[in-house]
């Protein structure tokens, strides 16, 4: 079971990145996925969140209307796309897995448990 | 907001017990997770649902909440046990997974 993050780099403020996040060793459709950020030398930071079949997405405030969660199921793959970069938004960029395997219609939420698969990150520098 | 409070730092000997707070307001009435983060690591599960232990975890971990306050307890502590330690909740009302601030533990 494997998460692994890729895409981050430097980047001027104002410009665009996104983030790559690739499931392996399990069923990844099956669960909420999630992007979790930690800038240097902080704490660990919820940026969002989105069910198994993208029906519910939910962000930070801190990044809301400016970064977008997707993911692709075929692909085994979660997306960060992230417009209008800001300074503090420099960052290692964890993606992580929720715990509970629920992919019913039923299944609405992107957080039932815990995460409990988290990649190994990619850092985010945005600096002119 | 909701907001988690932790100490920012938690001492203890080797071989000790170990005890790491977590509070908000009614935190009881959902489920808290810690996450222990070693340096130059990635986050590590170490307790779900206030006090279930995942596979591989040690069972010196154990976890509680109730009223306003989840606690983290580490019984003989050891000096492989020195981290960051968060806990985490879910806020229903604003959809919103919180992570409170982080305590360091160092054993001394």
């Known amino acids: 079971v494997q998460l692994v993050e890729s895409g981050g780099g430097l980047v001027q403020p104002g410009r665009s990145l996104r983030l790559s996040c690739a499931g392996s060793g399990f069923t990844f459709g099956h669960h909420g996925m999630h992007w979790v950020r930690q800038a240097p030398g902080k704490g660990l930071e919820w940026i969002a969140g989105?069910?198994?079949?993208?029906?519910?997405?939910g962000y930070a405030a801190s990044v809301k209307d400016r970064f977008t969660i997707s993911r692709d199921n075929a692909k085994n793959s979660l997306y960060l796309q992230m417009d209008s970069l800001r300074v503090e938004d420099t960052a290692l960029y964890y993606c992580?897995?929720?715990?509970?395997?629920?992919?019913?219609?039923?299944?609405?939420?992107?957080?039932?448990?815990?995460?409990?698969?988290w990649g190994q990150g990619t850092t985010v520098t945005v600096s002119s | 907001s909701y907001e988690l409070t932790q100490p920012p730092s938690v001492s203890v000997s080797p071989g000790q017990t170990a005890t790491i707070s977590c509070s908000a307001d009614?935190?009881?009435?959902?489920?808290t997770s810690w996450y222990q983060q070693r340096p130059g690591q990635s986050p590590l599960v170490v307790i779900f649902k206030d006090n279930q232990r995942p596979s591989g975890i040690p069972e010196r971990f154990s976890g509680s909440n109730s009223g306003n306050t989840a606690t983290l307890t580490i019984s003989g502590t050891q000096a492989m046990d020195e981290a960051d330690y968060y806990c985490q909740a879910w806020d229903s009302s604003s959809a919103h997974v919180v992570f409170g601030g982080g305590t360091t533990l160092t054993v001394l």
């Open positions: 992580a897995r929720d715990s509970l395997q629920c992919y019913s219609p039923s299944c609405y939420r992107y957080y039932y448990d815990s995460l409990d698969v």
């Open positions: 989105i069910n198994w079949n993208s029906g519910t997405i």
């Open positions: 009614n935190l009881g009435d959902t489920f």
